[in-house]
């Protein structure tokens, strides 16, 4: 692939990367190190893709990998959170019930998983299916569903216990 | 939170809220080096080894045309010594090459790193306490063998007069140094690696547990 083609290709799955920045760094600093990371090991793996899976499968491959197991910053982002202002976010998102706010509160709440969670909402909520999820983690799709609906529950007492004002 | 309710808000994030980067952007991108840990590792292994190789390298050189060359053997030292650093860096240097596959399933690659890392680490601990002892009896031959006799006396006696007592100088000696680099190497690994190795272990624990 030529660089120009490469180019395109990170243009076209912009979003792909940048939500996997998102949820795993907590700084503008942070996001952009992680995103030039991630392109950085997608060009250098690209020669050895041998479509025996889908390019976007692929290509979460290598953001997950880079994001989880090789970029030690996240650490830094995951300790720096804060519970109270991740709960405040989510009243005022009934409050405001609009679009941004409810991405907001919605990474906000992942930022609280731990970073295999994180990685299993957020290939969910791309709609993809438990066969390329598993694919994708190497975990399999029995285990998947049974980790999916605790991470469905851990969100939902999270925004009750906060209804309820505890 | 219903994440089901969610999902079309969150596909829809991404390209919206963010701008995508230039071209010349991504292109600069390519030219970079990574900054992930291995790619780090690997890239003060060569520096390391280069380091060793002038600076042993030069010795040796200076040890070969000083003295009117009464100190080859000296020069031989340092050779032998740089080449087996570099022997220990190849190796490292392997490891940590082998350790990174981006490209694999999130859980292989962990479980591949935390193989090769704690490979890689057995690796450190062991060629790097065994490295002491070796060059310390090397250097003690070579000096033996090298200076008149008795030219260095107590610690190089000649023949004759070695007893008991200097044999057991020397083994103790040996030992207490030897103990030295282990515990060192054991604390700089536990420094250097210690933190990363118990970090992928947690991570792969969470892809495991049902």
Redesign the interface.
Known sequence: MT??E??QL??DN???I??VC?LYTATVQDRQ?L???I???L???IP??RHESKLTT?MY??A???A?????KQ?RAIATSDLDLFTKE?AD?AEYAD?EE??K??YA?ISHL????K?I?ML????KSYEEME?????NQN?LR?KMNR??EK??Q??KAEAHGT | MELDTLKEIWQDAGDKNERAPRNSEIMEMLNKSPKNPVAKMMRNVLIEMTLIIVLFGGVALFYFIAFKGRFISIAWVYIITAALYVFYYYRKWKLLHSMQCVACQVKSNLQRQVNKLTSYVRFYLVSGTAIVPVIFIFLGFLFYFKFPEGALNPIFPPSKEVTLFTWTAWIVSLTAITLFAWWGNRYFIKKLYGQHILRLKELLSQMEEA
């Open positions: 660089q120009p490469f180019v990170i243009r912009n979003g792909l940048l939500k998102n190190d995103y030039q990371e392109v950085i090991q060009w250098r793996a050895k893709f692929w491959r290598v997950l990998n880079t989880i197991s090789d970029y030690r650490q989510i998102q679009k409810k991405l509160s919605l709440a731990p970073e295999i969670e990685a909402v969910y909520l791309e709609d694919d994708i983690l190497g975990i285990n049974v991470i469905k969100l939902r999270l925004t």
